[in-house]
Every structure is written in structure tokens, then in C-alpha cells.
Nanobody
Framework: QVQLVESGGGLVQPGGSLRLSCAAS????????MGWYRQAPGKQRELVAI?????????NYADSVKGRFTISRDNAKNTVYLQMNSLKPEDTAVYYC?????????????WGQGIQVTVSS
């Protein structure tokens, strides 16, 4: 079992920056990938960025955030980060941390509770 706790959300002006953190605990050794999803009112939950764990060599980003957002991980802290730059009002959403695990032949996914990011003047 894995628990995920997000932090770093809040209100920021357009063009500003914010860094989200997601700390994982539990069976850390089972984690193959971690990522961020977001959901705005009236819209489907969408992938923002993912990174493989523990290697970190492979990443994927939504087209809408490429060049502005960067996902990274700190294996020593069991934490994944999402650095968000040049923020736009369209980035306003609840952001969810996600963890994909494989342990004893079973694949699972875990989710954080979500954290609000609001981009507004």
C-alpha cells in the first residue's frame, strides 16, 4: 500500500510559478511511476506529467504544458515534484498525485486527495 500527500498548491498570478510536491510512503519499493493529473470543473481528469521510478529517465507531458512544466523526483525523499512556470488561467484545476505500483505480480494505482491550483489576477 502507498500513501500520497500533496503540497504546494495555492493562488498565483498569470505568468507566475508554483511547485507542487508529492511525498510517498508505505511500500515505496513497489512504485514504478509517479505523475500528476488535473481536473477542472466540467472537464475530464487529464494527465499532466509522469516520470518513471526510480530511474527517472522517461517522462511524458500533456501538450498543453510542454515547455512550461517540469516533473522530477528525489528518490532519497520519496518525493515527486511538478515545477510549473508561465502559468495560465487555463491551468486552474485540482491537481492529483498518482502512483503506479507493481508488487508480487499485481499492478495497482494510488491517488492523493488533490490540491487546488488557481491562476488568477
Amino acid at each position: 500500500q502507498v500513501q500520497l500527500v500533496e503540497s504546494g498548491g495555492g493562488l498565483v498570478q498569470p505568468g507566475g510559478s508554483l511547485r507542487l510536491s508529492c511525498a510517498a510512503s508505505g511500500n515505496i519499493f513497489s512504485i514504478n511511476a509517479m505523475g500528476w493529473y488535473r481536473q477542472a470543473p466540467g472537464k475530464q481528469r487529464e494527465l499532466v506529467a509522469i516520470i518513471n521510478i526510480p530511474d527517472g529517465a522517461r517522462t511524458n507531458y500533456a501538450d498543453s504544458v510542454k515547455g512550461r512544466f517540469t516533473i522530477s523526483r528525489d528518490n532519497a525523499k520519496n518525493t515527486v515534484y511538478l515545477q510549473m512556470n508561465s502559468l495560465k488561467p487555463e491551468d486552474t484545476a485540482v491537481y492529483y498525485c498518482n502512483s503506479k505500483t507493481y508488487w508480487l505480480g499485481i499492478s495497482r494505482e494510488y491517488w492523493g486527495q488533490g490540491i487546488q491550483v488557481t491562476v488568477s489576477s
